[in-house]
């Protein structure tokens, strides 16, 4: 298996959200993308999989150099090669990729957030980023669509973290701010344990809010003239948004398992979202509200 074939099988394998806002993408730019997501999967699981901080570091670091040589030279590991014919094709900021790096690697330093400005870089960087050389391979003409790119991806990575507090938690990291955990009197046993409390729904509707004003945002800063290229990444925002709001319609019942939006759904938006930028249709603003 060559290294275009490990990644779009990585990417597919997933069925993550991202895979299905891919599927409708010309060929070349979708093997793009899933060269990105690989290696946005194999960083994020040098820290999630593994056990040895100091292990996990020189892994990082190791990544950090291909990345280097993507720019400087030719990178040792496949996936690395492949995306450095990405970067070559569609101009990929290093800067970006590398605070994808940057981003996960502050799993290993800390565990916990004060206040959202804290949280906000890692947002940024784990997610945010990510949007930024996704957009250089959908293609764009506005520069607004770069901080369009930057608040839907702290929109999706927000709606992440409620989906996924109890499991976070339960592994030592809580991204919900200590602030607002205090605020609501939730503590970060209530987390751990799953404790549905009513100051605990208090405590989600805030997170729910903050969420959907990135939301709001990124689709107020959404170039119109740009839409058509965008569409994936509308949908990407879609699937996560009806995610956001399933959330909202069970209570914050996150603790019950983990909570989802059906395929079936997803090809629905999916679908939706391609047909909706041929003929220069949007909802999403009207949505959001």
Known sequence: MNATEFCSTLTRKSRSN????????????????????AFCRIVDDVVDLGRDPEVQ???LAHWRREIARCFEGMPEEPVAQRLCQVIRAYSVPRAALEEIINGVEMDLERSTYETFEELYPYCYRVAGAVGLC??????????????????????LQLTNILRDLQPD?????????QADLRRFRVSPEDLRLGRYTSEFVELMEFQALRA??????????????????LFAAEIMGRIYFALLRTIEARRYRVFDGRISVSVLTKLA??????AES??????MRREVA
């Open 134 to 155: 996704c957009i250089e391979i959908f293609g764009y003409a506005d520069p607004r669509a770069r901080d369009y790119a930057v608040n839907l991806g702290v929109a």
């Open 269 to 274: 938006i999916a679908l939706r979202c391609w």
């Open 169 to 177: 938690a339960q592994r030592g990291r809580i991204y919900v701010p």
């Open 18 to 37: 991202f895979y299905y806002a891919f599927l409708l993408l010309p060929k070349p730019q979708r093997e793009a993308i899933y060269a990105v997501y």
């Open 57 to 59: 570091r020189k892994e």
């Open 278 to 283: 041929r003929l220069g249709v949007g909802t």
């Open 212 to 229: 959907r004003s990135f939301y709001r945002r990124a689709w107020e800063l959404l170039p119109e003239t740009d839409a058509r290229r």
